[in-house]
């Protein structure tokens, strides 16, 4: 080590199940001279790209035995990751042990494996990697002395470095000594949860024991919800394509919390009307306009006539590539704070280009068939809650049709509209639609009658007519008084989810009003 806390790498030991630039990887190092120890696939994959390797059972002077499992776990693999600079080197000289200055490791791949629903309970715990993380933990231990890399995007950074310096400098090998910790610590809670939710047999508990979280930084942010509060993005592993959390900046400055939050509102909202170029106009939590068009630009404008003064500074989401009109549209026409879309045509950047504020987030596009949905985690005092995702897959064969009026085949179309932009809408949800837009909307009221006021409410300062509109409830009518009012206002069609107490007094006054009502047997609450 010289004074600049510089370490020379002379002997490396690379032993990685993802030999994704291994090959690469071993010439450089031995092209500056670095000595290579290897075990079975590892030293095979560099034998076959020319780079002299030594093996590991030739190094600890003990075989690999039980096909495998035990390689690695030897003192002189370990006491030449752990052995201290001045402090053990009378030990090592004694037991004949050579030290390792890098050290290369990659796990088996178990979380791979218990992705395959084919996969078996034993095939599952062969891929329990045990001298692999041993090796990680001791190397990071003394990263004083040893430099520990378990990540092949790190190869490249690694080479350059020591081509540069002739080593590795303390702060690089104590961030990636952290690196490795972190990765280990992912790596056993993947594994703990995993077997704690099989504790009892199959099938697997969905929510087992202990839950375990190893998320990584993927940016930092401005500020939080107000600008007093420090925030940042966390990752649990890869974000998937389509999402908000992976998509890419091509213009404006960061998002910020808030962008974040509520562009994931409107992403996830639009996501929905796949057959049709759709649009949703997000503000402070809640959507205030959502519409499908015969494109973007026609979706964009019936969307925005739901409610111009909320639009004012808004997040709007796009199911299409979004293209140079559509864009140049929405800047005339309202200040927007984010645009988000699976892509951005050369046009569309163009135009932003003369906003530079404006954040345009580019999404990829998102699988036609989601997966499996995801846990969502909120934080209260002192504990986190955890559920599943909310998803919906109502069809119009789902629907249950109480009153003696059928809704017709446009009201079938609408209500299903209304009742997937109520999901995102807060609690009390109340969606006035017609025609494949929204008309109004009444979020995040303490009593559903008010959000039905609201929403009648904000249609008339819109300028638009609730007349022949249909009406989505995310929850149960308590009382009739909500049918009474909308039946005021015009409206048609009702879809909510059935089950108060109360519901042939709300089915009556339905069928008093002539009104086509259909009851989900699902609600929607978005607290």
């Given amino acids: 080590m010289t004074g600049s806390g510089i370490v020379s790498i002379r002997r490396a030991l690379l032993s990685v199940s993802d030999k994704t630039g291994l090959a690469d990887l071993g010439r450089a190092l031995h092209a500056l001279g670095?000595?290579?120890?290897?075990?079975?696939g590892s030293a095979a994959t560099l034998r076959e790209a020319g780079v002299p390797v030594r093996e590991i059972s030739d190094f600890t002077g003990f075989p690999e035995i039980m096909d495998g499992r035990v390689k690695t776990l030897h003192p002189r693999v370990h006491g030449a990751l752990?052995?201290?600079?001045?402090?053990?080197?009378k030990a090592m000289r004694e037991h004949g042990i050579a030290p390792i200055?890098?050290?290369?490791?990659?796990?088996?791949p178990f979380?791979?494996?218990?992705?395959?629903?084919?996969?078996?309970?034993?095939?599952?715990?062969?891929?329990?990697d045990?001298?692999?993380?041993a090796m990680l933990r001791a190397a990071a231990k003394n990263h004083e002395r040893v430099t520990v890399l378990c990540d092949p995007a790190g190869y490249a950074d690694l080479i350059e470095v020591l081509r540069r310096d002739g080593g590795t400098s303390l702060d690089m090998r104590r961030k990636l000594a952290a690196a490795?910790?972190?990765?280990?610590a992912r790596y056993d809670g993947v594994i703990a949860d995993w077997l704690s939710a099989r504790a009892g047999g199959e099938p697997a508990q969905a929510y087992p024991p202990t839950l375990h979280l190893a998320l990584r930084r993927a940016r930092e942010l401005r500020y939080g919800e107000n600008p007093h509060q420090a925030a940042a993005l966390y990752l649990e592993g890869t974000a998937p394509a389509g999402s908000v959390a992976g998509a890419r900046v091509l213009t404006g400055k960061e998002p910020s919390y808030n962008n974040l939050a509520d562009a994931d509102t409107a992403l996830e909202c639009v996501k929905a009307f796949d057959k049709t170029p759709a649009c949703v106009i997000v503000k402070h939590a809640n959507p205030c306009g959502a519409a499908l068009g015969k494109d973007a630009l026609d979706a964009y404008q019936r969307a925005f006539a739901c409610d111009p003064t909320s639009a004012f500074g808004g997040i709007i989401a796009f199911n299409r590539v979004l293209d140079g009109a559509t864009v140049s549209a929405i800047l005339a026409k309202q200040f927007v704070e984010v645009l988000v879309a699976p892509s951005f045509d050369a046009d569309a950047l163009a135009a932003l280009r003369q906003k530079p504020n404006v954040r345009a987030l580019a999404t990829g596009e998102w699988?036609?068939?989601p997966g499996t949905p995801q846990r969502q985690l909120r934080s209260i005092a002192g504990g986190v809650l955890v559920q599943d995702a909310d998803t919906d897959t109502l069809m119009l064969p789902d629907l249950k049709v109480v009153t003696r009026r059928v809704p017709d085949a446009d009201q079938l179309r609408d209500l299903l509209f209304a009742w997937h932009v109520a999901m995102y809408v807060k609690s009390n949800a109340i969606v006035y639609a017609k025609n494949g837009a929204t008309v109004g909307i009444g979020a995040g009221q303490m009593s559903r009658v008010v959000s039905v006021r609201?929403?009648?409410?904000?249609?008339?300062?819109?300028?638009l007519s609730t007349l022949g509109c249909v009406m989505a409830s995310d929850a149960f009518f308590p009382f009739r008084d909500n049918i009474d009012l909308a039946a005021t206002a015009g409206i048609r069609a009702v879809i909510q989810p059935g089950g108060s107490l109360r519901d042939q007094d709300v089915i009556a006054a339905a069928d008093e009003h002539d009104m086509a009502m259909v009851f989900t047997g699902a609600r929607h609450f978005r607290h």
Avoid: C
């Fill in 82 to 89: 752990l052995g201290r600079a001045r402090l053990d080197e």
């Fill in 34 to 40: 670095v000595e290579l120890v290897s075990t079975g």
């Fill in 101 to 108: 200055d890098l050290l290369v490791v990659n796990l088996y």
């Fill in 111 to 128: 979380e791979r494996t218990i992705a395959d629903a084919g996969a078996g309970f034993e095939a599952a715990i062969e891929q329990i």
């Fill in 367 to 369: 699988p036609a068939q």
């Fill in 180 to 184: 490795a910790f972190a990765h280990t």
């Fill in 130 to 133: 045990i001298g692999g993380p």
């Fill in 454 to 463: 609201i929403a009648a409410m904000k249609a008339t300062e819109a300028g």
